[in-house]
Antibody, heavy 123, light 111 residues
Framework: EVQLVESGGGLVQPGRSLRLSCAASGFTFDDYAMHWVRQAPGKGLEWVSGISWNSGSIGYADSVKGRFTISRDNAKNSLYLQMNSLRAEDTALYYC????????????????WGQGTLVTVSS | QSVLTQPPSVSGAPGQRVTISCTGSSSNIGAGYDVHWYQQLPGTAPKLLIYGNSNRPSGVPDRFSGSKSGTSASLAITGLQAEDEADYYCQSYDSSLSAPVFGGGTKLTVL
């Protein structure tokens, strides 16, 4: 069974940093691109970032570009999101999601999704 | 506001048919990029419902169907059941943003 388990969320002050992790199991991790998608409280879904199977292709939403860094460790079956200069508007449930392909997510979909880790940015 | 536009809410009685629209533009749906749909039950993570405009993953009832035409897509749910009450999101890719994009979500209420 494919499983994605996020961790690393919590309460953090504006301007500080946080690193999220996603542990993957049940599939060949380095065959697939991976993504982070967030959902602010009571709001819709927003794609945050994606990374290809070999980290050769990386993309970010404009709202996080320059502040967030996605990475992966295929030896550890893990996906990461380093979040710097956090803002109140970054407060959200952050989901890790598996792409159905290895790279170039132009017409790809996300399946499955983890349960999410909550990030709250507040002083 | 979201790049893909969905109605905030729809409702229907048990057994009825409802549709949820997803309207995009020439840089996403209209450019030929596929549309996918997700169901988010209360308090849970999104779950893939329809992929590639009209395909159902294994385990998704055939009461759910998807279609795409021009710059829009639609999700139809027939034979509404109480368990279908959830938020539904469409997703595509936008070439101007070079990013996957979601609709704002539609809350389905089963009366």
């Amino acid at each position: 069974e494919v499983q994605l388990v996020e961790s690393g969320g919590g309460l953090v002050q504006p301007g500080r940093s946080l690193r999220l992790s996603c542990a993957a199991s049940g599939f060949t991790f380095d065959d697939y691109a991976m993504h982070w998608v967030r959902q602010a409280p009571g709001k819709g879904l927003e794609w945050v970032s994606g990374i290809s199977w070999n980290s050769g292709s990386i993309g970010y939403a404009d709202s996080v570009k320059g502040r967030f860094t996605i990475s992966r460790d295929n030896a550890k079956n893990s996906l990461y999101l380093q979040m710097n200069s956090l803002r109140a508007e970054d407060t959200a449930l952050y989901y890790c999601a598996k792409d159905i392909g290895s790279s170039g997510w132009y017409s790809n979909w996300f399946d499955p999704w983890g349960q999410g880790t909550l990030v709250t940015v507040s002083s | 506001q979201s790049v893909l536009t969905q109605p905030p809410s729809v409702s229907g009685a048990p057994g009825q048919r409802v549709t949820i629209s997803c309207t995009g533009s020439s840089s996403n749906i209209g450019a030929g990029y596929d549309v996918h749909w997700y169901q988010q039950l209360p308090g849970t993570a999104p779950k893939l419902l329809i992929y590639g405009n009209s395909n159902r993953p294994s385990g998704v009832p055939d009461r759910f169907s998807g279609s795409k035409s021009g710059t829009s897509a639609s999700l139809a749910i027939t034979g509404l059941q109480a368990e279908d009450e959830a938020d539904y999101y469409c997703q595509s890719y936008d070439s101007s943003l070079s990013a996957p994009v979601f609709g704002g979500g539609t809350k389905l209420t089963v009366l």
